[in-house]
């Protein structure tokens, strides 16, 4: 699986978008994006995924550049319960039961 | 929506003594995970079942073994614990393509 380089922290202001950036430039054709994120000692929560569209759900929006080689997610208007450990991690999508693995994440302060 | 279900919560040993640590899957998962957590760090992978079979292994200590039972609930069993086995625990299903549940964790504190 393809590696991936995010920003270590992030600020953001509560009712802000919080725009998180990754970096996946070794990303192969078949390889997701996957967001995840971790709430302190909580265990790890689904965010969004997608391929090469840009995907929308009831939690955040996830932007993928035209060659793939980086994406954000946008949290459209954070909250103080946003503040977590953010994770951008990449899978084959012919390795569907391999196991997610965790880089470093970027750690984002929502701000009152 | 049922979730992944982790018991105990908390779990307190001695050095050198055995933990058994257990998972319960979303009904219908068929692959289960175990990652450690250790203070300041990122989940790390440890072992993982498809279909109650090993499929992958990661960063597994030689003192800990897992299995995966016929009702597909899962147990990581760890032996002559460490102070440095002190971490959250987490597990983790998932079924065909679909994204990857976690459990709420089981914190280990060995003293």
């Known amino acids: 699986d393809a590696k991936t380089t995010q920003p270590t922290s992030m600020d953001c202001a509560e009712g802000r978008a919080a725009n998180l950036p990754c970096n996946h430039s070794t990303i192969s054709g078949n390889e997701y994006v996957y967001w995840y994120r971790q709430i302190h000692s909580q265990g790890p929560q689904y965010i969004i995924h997608?391929?090469?569209n840009n995907e929308t759900n009831e939690m955040a929006s996830l932007i993928i550049t035209e060659d793939r080689k980086s994406s954000t997610l946008i949290l459209p208007h954070a909250t103080l319960r946003d503040t977590a450990v953010y994770y951008c991690?990449?899978?084959?999508?012919?390795?569907?039961?391999?196991?997610?693995?965790f880089g470093s994440g970027t750690r984002l302060q929502v701000q009152p | 929506a049922a979730g992944v279900i982790q018991s105990p919560r908390h779990l307190i040993k001695e050095k050198r003594e055995t933990a058994t640590l257990k998972c319960y899957p979303i009904p219908r998962h068929d692959t289960v995970y175990w990652y450690q957590q250790g203070p300041g760090q990122d989940p790390q992978f440890l072992i993982s079942?498809?279909?109650?079979?090993?499929?992958d292994k990661g960063s597994i200590p030689d003192r800990f073994s897992a299995q995966q039972f016929s009702d597909y609930h899962s147990e990581l069993n760890m032996s002559s614990l460490e102070l440095g086995d002190s971490a959250l625990y987490f597990c983790a299903s998932s079924f065909r393509d679909r994204p990857t549940a976690f459990g709420p964790g089981t914190r280990l504190t060995v003293l």
């Open positions: 079942f498809y279909e109650k079979m090993q499929s």
């Open positions: 991690i990449v899978r084959g999508a012919d390795t569907g039961r391999r196991a997610l693995t």
């Open positions: 997608g391929l090469k």
